[in-house]
């Protein structure tokens, strides 16, 4: 069992940054990939990015390429999202998940977190 717990949400200006972080307790967590999805009002949960606990590649939504960015701590089981340049269209909640590989599909990932709100504003 992993659990996730995501914080750092809040509002923000355009143009702003934010920095999420999740943190994963539980079993070990190297075997996992650590993803971020969102859920923007009346849409469904789309795919922001992943990071692999073991060796640390990463894969980004085109949409969030070059404006966010994905790492982790393996020392303290904390995956960050640092999110730059955000527009209104990045306002959703925002969850982190532990799946077995990279992937942008939701269903191939176990574990989920609570979910944190991003909202901006313009």
């Known amino acids: 069992q992993v659990q996730l717990v995501e914080s750092g949400g809040g509002l923000v200006q355009t143009g702003g940054s934010l920095r999420l972080s999740c943190a994963a307790s539980?079993?070990?967590?190297?075997?996992?990939?650590m993803g971020w999805f969102r859920q923007p009002p009346g849409k469904e949960r789309e795919f922001v990015g992943a990071?692999?606990?073991?060796?640390?590649?990463?894969a980004y939504a085109d949409s969030v390429k070059g404006r966010f960015t994905i790492s982790r701590d393996n020392a303290k089981n904390l995956v960050y999202l640092q999110m730059n340049s955000l527009k209104p269209e990045d306002t959703a909640i925002y969850y982190c998940?532990?799946?077995?590989?990279?992937?942008?599909?939701?269903?191939?990932?176990?574990?989920w977190g609570q979910g944190t709100q991003v909202t901006v504003s313009s």
């Open positions: 998940a532990a799946g077995g590989d990279i992937s942008s599909d939701s269903k191939r990932y176990r574990y």
């Open positions: 539980g079993r070990t967590l190297r075997p996992y990939v």
């Open positions: 990071i692999r606990w073991s060796g640390g590649s990463t």
